[in-house]
Structures are given as C-alpha cells and as structure tokens.
C-alpha cells in the first residue's frame, strides 16, 4: 500500500510539473537573443532562406522599405519572414462581421444584461477570487506605483481573457500580416500594429511565429496590441524583459496604461442616478453639465466627486432603461474598448470578485 502512496504521489507530482512547464510564457520558451543584426530572432524551424518564393506584392515590398530606413531591417530577412505567414481568410470574415452595425433598438430589451452575463456569473467569480488572492502583493503594487485598484486590474484581465484561461492561439504574425496586406478597410493600422509587433520581437529577441493571440492580434493577459506594448507594457516583475503573457508583467502593464490615459487615483468610476432622460444623447464620449441633467429629471444617488460635467451612459436592462453619471474614470475605462457596456463590464467585474472574497 505504501508503495501504491509513493507511487501517485509521484505521479500527482510529474503531472504538477507538467502543468506549470505548459504554462510557460511563450515569450520566455523562445526567448533567443536580441543581437541579430538587422532582423529579428528566428529559431531553426523559420530560419530559412525564400530565394524559390514568388516575389512578394507591392504592398509588402513598400511595408520592407519602410521597416529598413526607419528600424534598420535587413530587407532580405524580413522578405523571408514575410514569405512565411499564411493568409487567413477567417479572420477577414471575422473582422466583416465585427464591422460598426447601423440602427439599433428603440425599445429596451434586456441588451446589458445579456452582455454582463458573459462575465459575471458564479462560476466565473471564483476564477477572479483565486487571481486575486494569487497576485494579491502585486496588484497593491501596481496601485501603489500607478493609483490604480485591484479591481480594475483584475476586471479588466477576466473580461479580456478570463485571467489567463483563453489568450487566443492564432500566430500573431499570420492575424496581424493578413490584415495589413488583405484588409483595405484597416490596412494601415494594421500595418502599423505589424510593425510594432516586429521591433517587439527585435526588442525582446523571440521569434515572432511562436507568439499566439486574438485573431487581430491583441496579446497575453491584458490583449495589448502591439503598439500598446510599445507605448505602455513594462517589466513589473524586473527580469529585465517585458512579458505580457506573464501575469505580473501584466497587471503592472494594465495599470501604467491606465494612469497614460488620466485615470484618477480614488475616484469614482460612475454614479447611477435616478429618473430617466431619454431624449438625451447618452454615450461615454457625451458631455454635460450637472444643471442639465438635473432639468432633463435626472439625480445622482450619491457624490460625483466634485464633478460638474459629466458624460450619461443608458443600459438597457429589459422592461426599462437605467442612467448612469458617468466620470472621468469611467471614459479612461474606454480608452481600452471604446465601448459603454465594455467599460461597465470590467468596473462591476472587478467589484464583483472584490465583493466574492
């Protein structure tokens, strides 16, 4: 019997490991060195010569130019690595049907509440609890250094990626190269997210084929783009690298993009208000005064935090429509997703998982 004990202990033990060796950041399993000279690391799989290639279309011949007078790449290195992504013509389909839709309802029927039941759910509280209680010293850090909460951290990285559980598995460089070179409609922003994604991989030396994410390219635990990991990602873990699929890394990347776009240490997020004004435009980016408000038949049920001008957000919860007051936290909030229900979503996530533990 006692050997049977040793025996699944061993095996527990093997399958424990096994887990956190699968867990490892991509970044840092394929981490080679950041002194290729002009170009980006490759392992031996991508390090091939296309000499046999057709060559590449006019649009990715002017993106090569670029990318060698303004970052120093070597030309030919980057046509092979350009040669070697796939044109994925889902994720144009994909992209078609993310497309800003005309017209919406007139009528309330319950559009909010549909949308905060992808988050907030019973089953998924508990996974935010166990990322809190986990990272518990780091995000106090992250609102010691940055001002911003533990709830908004943690908000944000279970909307984007249920705190870890669904970081996407589409090569960024196939998502990203498709929507550059076969994507009128967004083209330059997406060449512009590729380039950014490229200088990355220089930067931090790993092979752009072994980093996988959403379909449009958003990376790791928080979905940065590559031009946020550029402009706000830091190395919160002081490893010496910045690494977003490491979850320290992170929570501190999260919150320093927060405080770049204004957020206000302690300050409120958004005050419902009572009655209802629904021939007022509402929206994240509206602006009013609180005088105005308070004639259309509206009040906040508590301080605005000294805040005369406000935005007026509706949610749609069914039989009627709900008002909120919403502060500059609130838009901040937005500056991730330019979207109201998005921006709620991660605050009352966040509260949320608070309240749960």
């Not at 590449?56 to 046509?79: C, P, T, W």
């Not at 958004?270 to 308070?294: H, N, R």
């Amino acid at each position: 019997m006692q050997r049977i004990i040793i025996f699944i202990s061993i095996i527990l033990l093997l399958a424990a490991c096994s887990s956190r060796r699968s867990s490892t950041s991509p970044m840092k399993e394929h981490r080679g060195h950041t002194n290729v000279k002009g170009g980006v690391y490759l392992e031996k799989d991508h390090n091939q010569s296309k000499i046999a290639s057709p060559p590449l279309a006019v649009d990715k011949e002017k993106f090569i130019d670029r990318m060698a007078s303004k970052h120093g790449f070597n030309r030919q290195q980057l046509r092979n690595v350009l040669a070697q992504t796939n044109k994925l013509d889902w994720v144009i389909n994909l992209m078609d049907k993310q497309a800003p839709k005309a017209g919406s309802s007139t009528m309330p029927n319950g559009a909010w509440i549909r949308y905060k039941n992808k988050f907030i759910t019973p089953s998924n509280l508990p996974r935010g609890v166990d990322f809190w209680n986990q990272y518990e010293k780091e995000l106090q850090r992250a609102y010691n250094e940055y001002g911003v909460p533990p709830e908004i951290i943690v908000g944000i990285i279970g909307v984007e990626t249920g705190w870890g559980r669904v970081m996407g598995k589409t090569k960024v460089i196939d998502a990203l190269s498709t929507l550059a070179f076969d994507y009128p409609r967004r083209a330059q922003y997406f060449s512009n997210e590729l380039e950014d994604f490229l200088v990355m991989c220089l930067d931090e030396g790993v092979d752009p084929f072994d980093l996988n994410g959403s379909f449009a390219g958003a990376m790791g635990y928080g979905q940065f783009m590559p031009s946020a990991f550029r402009r706000h990602a830091v190395d919160f873990n002081h490893d010496g690298h910045i690494d977003l699929w490491d979850p320290v890394d992170a929570i501190g990347s999260v919150a320093n993009y927060f405080k770049s776009y204004g957020w206000q240490r302690g300050k409120k997020v958004a005050v419902m208000a009572d009655g209802q004004a629904l021939s007022l435009d509402t929206g994240f980016s509206t602006k009013y005064s609180i005088e105005t408000l308070a004639n259309a038949g509206l009040k906040p049920q508590s301080s605005l935090d000294g805040h005369t001008q406000v935005s007026l957000l509706r949610l749609d919860v069914g039989d009627r429509y709900q008002f909120w007051y919403g502060l500059p936290n609130f838009y901040t909030i937005t500056r991730y997703n330019h979207s109201s229900h998005y921006a709620m979503a991660v605050w009352q996530l966040g509260l949320a998982v608070k309240e749960a533990r």
